[in-house]
């Protein structure tokens, strides 16, 4: 009879749909090796037959036999309608797994990473809509209070944003807190039209981004989009997108070019915003007391001892 724990795994995709319909007709070894797969769907679809063998406790003939009983010319297709299940979030992880079986050398990783990095910035330059660039740059210096939101590794990056913004906007807020994204929530529950949230996503696209993007709309909130592509789910939802290449090969996206987009946005920011140099100026001597002076180093010498020194010191009339 079928398990029921099975039953409750068929989310998956097409080919855990199919295991459940043929499951009652499988023989006892099959079904041993489709409990494994239902249990593991995601796994299954990143394992060689070697591995899905070892992890099932089956041997390759039966693995092999076990494709065949699902309709499949034999393993290799199997597992790519497995990987079709998740296109997206495995792409990454098959373009990895060419990328390593290549023989390359630290230096020669390291020295196509940085190419691979600067032809996303360059990609990025050629791409940017000089309208949408001012709209953003306008709608960041209209905005009451502005929130910037993203999960994952855009969490960081919505951090430096929030950072680099502060001088020059009356109100900015991360969208990122220790309670979570319900917490996000609970302030979103008071945005209104005077509000912008800038929110980022790049692959794999966070869910918590996209249903908090579309929460700040439906408050009459309005949005701007960094992300990557136009089919990126926060697209239909902004009022302006700002576009980041962010290819990469053995990760599922470089940052490098978000980050030098964001900084350059910001960079337009600055340069627009009214007493943008008495603004630096005054956040500069505020938080003057959390900088390390240059005088601190020369008392010190590079070694961080005290030497001693024969300089006099100067009157107060001749201090700073």
Same mark, same amino acid.
């Given at each position: ?115 691979? &990095? ?5 990609? +990025?330059? !050629?791409? *940017?809509? @000089?309208?949408?660039?001012?709209? /953003?740059?306008?709608? $960041? ?97 902004? &009022? ?5 290449? +962010?290819? !990469?090969? *053995?990760? @599922?996206?470089?940052?490098?070019? /978000?980050?030098?987009? $964001? ?58």
């Amino acid at each position: 009879m079928h398990n029921s724990k099975n039953t409750s795994l068929q989310g998956g995709g097409a080919v855990a749909r199919m295991l459940g319909k043929l499951y009652p007709d499988l023989s006892k070894a099959h079904r041993k090796t489709a409990d494994y797969v239902l249990a593991n769907t995601f796994r299954a679809a990143t394992m060689t037959i070697d591995e899905l063998s070892d992890a099932a406790g089956i041997s390759l003939a039966t693995a092999n036999r076990f494709a065949h009983a699902l309709g499949f010319d034999g393993y290799a297709p199997f597992r790519n309608a497995l990987v079709a299940d998740f296109a997206s979030s495995l792409a990454p992880v098959e373009k990895m797994r060419t990328e390593v079986q290549k023989s390359a050398t630290s230096i020669e990783i390291i020295d196509a990473a940085l190419s691979n &990095d600067l032809r996303n910035i360059e990609a +990025t330059r !050629r791409s *940017l809509v @000089p309208a949408h660039c001012d709209q /953003a740059v306008e709608m $960041i210096l209209q905005a009451d209070r502005i929130f910037v939101i993203g999960f994952g590794a855009s969490a960081f990056l919505a951090g430096i944003m929030v950072h680099a913004l502060e001088p020059f906007c009356r109100t900015v807020l991360s969208g990122v807190h220790p309670g979570g994204p319900s917490q996000t929530g609970r302030q979103f529950f008071k945005l209104d039209q005077r509000d912008v949230v800038i929110a980022m996503a790049y692959p794999r696209y966070a869910t918590d981004t996209v249903r908090l993007a579309r929460r700040a709309v439906e408050k009459g909130a309005k949005l701007i989009a960094f992300t990557d592509l136009p089919h990126s789910p926060l697209v239909p939802l902004a &009022d302006v997108t700002i576009y980041s290449q +962010t290819e !990469r090969q *053995l990760s @599922p996206t470089s940052d490098a070019a /978000a980050l030098v987009l $964001i900084q350059a946005i910001c960079d337009a920011v600055a340069h627009r915003a009214k007493r943008s140099v008495q603004a630096a100026s005054e956040m500069t001597e505020f938080v003057l007391p959390w900088l390390y002076q240059a005088e601190q180093q020369s008392a010190t010498g590079n070694t961080g001892k005290v030497v001693k020194t024969t300089k006099k010191p100067r009157s107060k009339a001749g201090q700073a």
